[in-house]
């Protein structure tokens, strides 16, 4: 049992334990948008302890750029789907608004419709 | 019996019950939408997986798996929440 090893056997039990705490989290919490919360840590965190893992265990340049490029990715498109999600969850009234603690966009709304463009 | 056996024993206990929690979500909904994120949290466990196994069994082979995933799984989740009418509660 290396260093290695041991560090290889941390970062995957820290990606499991994000992946159990998602699962749960979207049974648990009430609507779009928490869960939504609840939903975006494997998504990067998890990955990135998973990728650290496979760097440590197989270290040559090939997997090293190949695991920045699937983060690169991740980063990228994961941020686009939750917004579209959250937005489309604000828009079609999948909030529970009594949640809510402040509530910008109802602001913005209302003052667009008011200006009338 | 090797740390990373025990490791392996208890991560795969968290993917899946994990997978499992996503799979109900998608089951019971209530919205679409609850529906769309359900089904992305599972193919992030998905990818998680196969990296775990890649680490534990100390090869590479589904490397591109996990690039080609990472690439393309924005499309489903975008495609449903930018076309998704109104008042659908199902």
């Avoid at chain 1, 939750?82 to 999948?94: F, I």
């Avoid at chain 2, 196969?50 to 499309?75: P, Q, R, S």
Wanted: charged fraction near 15%; aromatic fraction near 4%; glycine fraction near 6%.
């Amino acid at each position: 049992m290396s260093a290695a090893e041991i560090a290889v056997g941390l970062l995957i039990l820290v990606s499991g334990f994000l992946s159990m705490a998602a699962g749960i989290g979207i049974i648990r919490f009430p609507d779009v948008l928490t869960r939504l919360h609840a939903a975006t840590k494997p998504q990067v965190l998890g990955l990135a302890t998973v990728l650290a893992a496979i760097v440590v265990q197989v270290p040559t340049w090939g997997v090293l750029t190949t695991a920045v490029l699937i983060m690169t990715f991740q980063l990228l498109t994961q941020p686009m789907t939750a917004h579209m999600l959250g937005r489309a969850a604000y828009r079609s009234d999948h909030v529970r608004r009594d949640l809510l603690i402040e509530d910008d966009l109802d602001r913005d709304i209302a003052e667009h419709d008011q200006t009338g463009h | 019996m090797t740390f990373l056996e025990i490791v392996s024993i208890i991560a795969g206990v968290m993917f899946g019950i994990g997978a499992i929690a996503a799979v109900y979500r998608i089951i019971r909904g209530p919205s679409i939408l609850d529906r769309a994120l359900a089904t992305d949290v599972l193919l992030a466990i998905a990818i998680c997986a196969l990296g775990a196994e890649m680490a534990i069994n100390k090869h590479i082979d589904t490397l591109v798996v996990m690039l080609v995933l990472a690439m393309f799984a924005v499309v489903g989740s975008i495609s449903i929440a930018r076309f998704m009418a109104k008042q659908d509660a199902s």
